[in-house]
Nanobody, 113 residues
Framework: QVQLVESGGGLVQPGGSLRLSCAASGSIFSISAMGWYRQAPGKQRELVAIITSIGSTSYADVGKGRFTISRDNAKNTVYLQMNSLKPEDTAVYYC???????WGQGTQVTVSS
């Protein structure tokens, strides 16, 4: 069983930054591709970014140039650095283990003045 626990969400003003963390339990983290997704009220969950087990990254258009996904296999943690945040980035952000299909409980990000 893999558990994913997100943290780092909160309220931030437009133009601000946040760094989300996702701590994973279990022994498969280092061989798992991991992703960040988000879901805004009334909308479907959407991909934000993915990082492979060897650190290759890909981004959906929503985060290109503003968001950076990274991982620390020694800490079983994946991060999402979000800069230049906009009100439309407001959503619940979820961590996802692509190897086994596990999801975290989500962390709320609210961008508002």
């Amino acid at each position: 069983q893999v558990q994913l626990v997100e943290s780092g969400g909160g309220l931030v003003q437009p133009g601000g930054s946040l760094r989300l963390s996702c701590a994973a339990s279990g022994s498969i983290f280092s061989i798992s591709a991991m992703g960040w997704y988000r879901q805004a009220p009334g909308k479907q969950r959407e991909l934000v970014a993915i990082i492979t087990s060897i650190g290759s990254t890909s981004y959906a258009d929503v985060g290109k140039g503003r968001f950076t996904i990274s991982r620390d296999n020694a800490k079983n943690t994946v991060y999402l650095q979000m800069n230049s945040l906009k009100p439309e980035d407001t959503a619940v952000y979820y961590c996802h283990n692509l190897l086994r299909g596990y999801w975290g409980q989500g962390t709320q990000v609210t961008v508002s003045s």
